[in-house]
Structure formats: C-alpha cells, structure tokens
C-alpha cells in the first residue's frame, strides 16, 4: 500500500493553556507519511494534551492542525479522519467485541461491516472472540480490539495514548512487535504518546522529546541518543555521566577540548558554544572503557549482570562515574586503581 | 454455600439495629395490618372483630382464628372501585414515570457533563425544594394551576387562550404534581450513575465518528440504565401509594388507592377494608422491587 501525502501531519505553533500554565508551547512538527512518530517526555510535559489536540478533544489556544490540505484545528473530533486508541482502551462494556469494532463503521451494508470486522479480527489474531464482551478478555486482547476499533476506519493517521501502559512487562515487548508489523503492513501514520525511553526507541522512527510543554529534539532514536541537544534528553534516553567543565576552542560539529577538574577531556559539541562557556560531557556507561588512558578512578563497586559488568568509579574530587562493559573485558575488582577513557566522538559536549 | 465469606461478631453486632428497625417498624405493623384486613368492621374502640383474648388460653385462640376471614379481600376483587383505584395509581404512577425518565435523563445528562466546580452547586439546587415543606409545595401548584392562577394568567397575556383552562382538579394536574414532586428522586441516582461514566468512552465514540446525539443513545444512556432502572423504581413505589397530590390537585374522579384508603380509614371507619387496601399496595409495589432489582444486578455485572 502507497502511502498518501494526504496523512502528512504538520503543527504549526501549537500552543494550549489552560489558565497561565502552557500545557503545550507553540510546537511544531511535520510527520512523514507512513512515519510512526514518538512522543517522549515524563509525565505533565504536555505530550498527551498534544495528543489531544490532534484527536480534537482539546482545542488549542493558538496555532493550526493541519492533517495533507486539511486543517482540522475547528474540526470536532467525530469529524476529523484521525482516530485515537485511549490509555484505558475505552472500550465500550456493554457491546461485543464485533460491536465495538463496527462501532466507527456505521453506514456500512451487513454483509460488509461483518467482513470488515472478521479482517480486523484477523488483523489483531482475534478470530473468533467477536461475540465475547470486553469484560471477559484479558487485557492483551482488549488492548488488541481498541487497535481494530481504532483501525477500523482505516484513518490517515492513528494516535496510540501510552498503548502498552496497562500490560505487564513480558506481553509488552510481544505487542511491540506486533504494533509495529501492523504499522508497517497498513502504512498508517501512527503518533505514540509514552514516558518510557525503551518503548519509544523500539517503536518509533522518529522521536520528539517534550520537556515543559515544548518539543525540545525530534530525531531517529540513534541519533537522539547518541546525539542529544541536551542533558534532559541525553538522560531521558538512557544513563549517561555528566562532568562538568569550561569549553575550549572550536566550531559547531567540530571535536573540543573541556578543562574538568580531572584534566582535559574531548568530545563533540554540535551546537554553537561559546569558548568558555560552562558545559558537561555526558559520556554513556557503555562507552567508558577502563585501560591506560583517561581519567584517574577509584572501581567502588562492580555488579555482574550476566550480559555486562557494571562498574562504579570515584573520581579524585569524590563524583562517581558509572562503567558498563562486557564481562569478560572486566579485570578490575573494587579497590582498585584505574584510568577512566573514552573516545572523543562518543563524548557529548552540552550546555551545563 | 462455600463462596461465602465468615461473618465475624462485630459486622453481625452491626447488623442488628438494622434487623431490630425492621422488626419494629415494618414486620410489627405489616402484622398487625394484614391481622385487621382479615378482621370485620365494629362499632367498638378499636372499631374491628375480633380482638384476641390473652385470657381464653387455647380455646380462645382457635375462636379467634376461626372469626379472621377474606371477605374484605373479595370486596376488594368484586367491588370495581377498588380494581378501578388499582388500576388508576398503577396508571399515574406509570405514566408521572415514563415522563420522569424523559425529563430526568436530559436533565441528569446536563448535570453530569457540566464543569466539575459547578456541579456540587447545580445538585444543590436539584436538592434546595426539599428545604421547603412538602404541602406548602403542592399547595403553591394550586395557586399556579387554579382557574385564576399564575399559568392561566400567563397564557392569556400572552394571548394564547381566551378563556382560562380547567387544569386544577384534573388528571393533568395529578400527573404535574407527581411529576414536580419526584424529580429529585429521578435525578440523582441518575446523575450519580452518570457521573461515574468514563469520559473516554463518549470520546472513544466521538473519535469514531459519532456525532453527539449518537454518542448520547448508544453510549451514554445504555450504560447509564442502572440509574434510570433505580431512579424510576425510587419514584414508581412510592407514587403507587400517593395520597396527597391527588387530594390536593386531583378531581373527585382521580381514584388512586392511597385516596381510597384514606377514605375508607377516616371516613367509613372501615379500618379492615383499609388495611385490606394498604396489602394490596404492598403487593403492587413489591412486584416492581423485584423487578429493579434484577435488573439493577445485571446493570451492575456489565458495568466495568
């Protein structure tokens, strides 16, 4: 299935208030068609109100929704050809499985709308439960029928409200899997809304970071974690050690020198920074690797984790840094002296 | 009977005054009143036969089992007032329903979805008439409904109607009453069904493309049935047995059984016959009882 320019996406200074707090903050975005898109950030940054925006149950205070030619900002929610699966699934209690799904398809003849049901069913592999009532389904199955349900209009664009928040551990990385091949196979749009880092890397092609209300970083999941804009980001996606120093010379893009209290250490800063200027190098765990070179530590501890070994180390001035390596590299036992490295590429310079 | 859970002493200590208020107050009486239904009419204080005499022993029990009998019971089959009466409370109580469902639900709806700080207040003022005493109330629809009254006066400044209407004293004015005076007890279960309702699911409904007023049929007032089902039940048994509303604005021919009863109390002195009447409202009213309450345990199963 070809993808239509109509389901591209695109806000333009979306802004909500609600009294003088700025839930969202004049965001903009462009989806891509076919794009399944994350947004990421903790809870009250304003990613579920934007979320409503799109689906209509909120307006906006300022900005426009525009969905290919479209603008949907004035449209009600039963107008707009967007469709929504809720946190809570928000499926209806009273009505069959069959029922909930067909909801959306009113209009359509018997013999169609039981067909149009059946694919759906098969679609989530829920063949045969159409006469089950949501009460009676666990809750992977009932988080699979509001996916039908909100598939069944076939929307130009699919919003998911945390999808997996209500399913334990083992089923979630399962319906990961599974939401993503339904995406691939149907070529809808999908915007996710989730706080969890790991949910959105393994679903989303792009993710936007939201921090207080504002869209802070958009970009493929590598890139954000590997290339965070800054330190919310850099540890909303994963661990990372952060040691504070001055900038020294050098462009955007380019690799630089920082004086830590430790000596200097380089890394890459993107962005546009003063020389002087008062930074952090946010380096991964994974990336600092124990050897003759680097900064003098102290291993406080060393805990095996079966795929790696995770090491805390103190530096001189009494911060610790946090090594993660493969076990077998690990010679260091706690107590003992070490130099901390790593390599200038994998040291983010950001703004302190 | 292995489901059950064990009762310690305490909950059953306090179920007690709820078992002793029922002993005293519903059991004791209703014995007593089915005792005179099956009783005769005297002329005597207390005016029925026979009274039971403690004194008679054995013999004087089985003497006063033998006079009890159903005669007052057969009147109430043969005579057509008492079927008519029956059939009239049945009717008014039917239909005030039926009207209280429709203005109740729209109006229950209204309360639910108004903003959360205006609520406490708008439920207020569906409780405020319960501050002023019941008879001042109907006898103020006197004063509108009477020939010369507020709504007559109304209508003809307005130039709708030339001569005054006959509302007072009529059926429709019956049903007004019942209809005012049992809003309340119509709504706010109601409301409270209502206001539980998970907003997500009209939103589901409305992301699915239904307009509102699909979104009200097929979502709202399915799930909201428990609270029509008890709202209409609180006002049906009651207004079953209403005797003010009909005296006060009703006609001579408004037969409704609680006027019947009254009449037979306090005028004819027939307090067999009367009691006779009061078992048989009894009996109407426990029929719907069951009836709600089957169907409020089904609302309560799919509920989610």
Known sequence: MSALPASRLRLEELTKRFGTHRAVNAVSLDLESGEFFCLLGPSGCGKSTLLRMIAGFESPTAGRILLGEQDLTALPPHRRPVNMMFQSYALFPHMSVAGNIGYGLKGLARAALAERVADLLKLVRLEGFGDRRPGTLSGGQRQRVALARALAREPKLLLLDEPLGALDRGLREETQGELRAVQRRLGTAFVVVTHDPEEAMMLADRIGVMEAGRLVQVGPPADLYRRPASRFVAGLLGDVNLIPGRLGAGGPGTIRTVETAHGPVRGVAEAALAQGASVVVAVRPEDVVLGAEGLPVVVTDAVFLGDRLRRTLRLPDGATLRASGRPAEAGEMPGSEARAGFAADAAMILPA | ?304
């Not at chain 2, 009254?262 to 048989?280: C, G, H, Q």
């Open chain 2, 1 to 304: 009977m292995s489901g059950r859970k064990p009762v310690g002493l305490f909950d059953r200590l306090m179920r007690l005054p709820a078992f002793l208020w029922l002993a005293a107050f519903f059991l004791l009486p209703f014995a007593i009143t089915l005792k005179i239904s099956l009783s005769e009419p005297a002329t005597a204080i207390p005016p029925y036969l026979p009274l039971l005499d403690w004194r008679g022993g054995l013999d004087g029990w089985s003497t006063f089992l033998e006079a009890l009998n159903f005669d007052n019971y057969r009147t109430l089959y043969a005579d057509p007032l008492y079927r008519d009466a029956a059939l009239g409370s049945l009717t008014y109580a039917g239909v005030a329903s039926l009207i209280l469902v429709a203005l109740g639900t729209p109006l229950a709806y209204a309360l639910a979805r108004a903003p959360a700080r205006w609520q406490p207040l708008l439920v207020a003022l569906v409780i405020v008439p319960f501050w002023t005493s019941f008879l001042i109330r109907v006898y103020a629809w006197i004063a509108i409904l009477k020939p010369e009254g507020l709504l007559n006066l109304a209508l003809r400044r307005l130039g709708l109607i030339d001569a005054p209407l006959t509302i007072l004293n009529t059926e429709a004015a019956v049903i007004v009453g019942l209809v005012y005076a049992y809003l309340p007890f119509m709504v706010l279960p109601l409301y409270a069904v209502m206001n539980r309702l998970d907003p997500a699911l009209r939103e589901a409904a409305a992301d699915l493309g239904a307009a509102p007023s699909r979104v009200f049929w097929t979502v709202t007032v399915p799930l909201s049935l428990p609270g029509i089902a008890a709202g209409a039940g609180l006002c049906f048994i009651p207004m079953v047995g209403e005797f003010v509303i009909p005296d006060l604005l009703g006609g001579s021919e408004t037969l409704m059984l609680g006027r019947v009863l009254w009449t037979e109390f306090f005028s004819n002195r027939d307090w067999p016959l009367a009691s006779a009447v009061a078992v048989l409202i009894l009996a109407i009213v426990l029929g719907p009882v069951v009836l709600f309450r089957d169907s409020l345990r089904a609302g309560e199963g799919e509920a989610p």
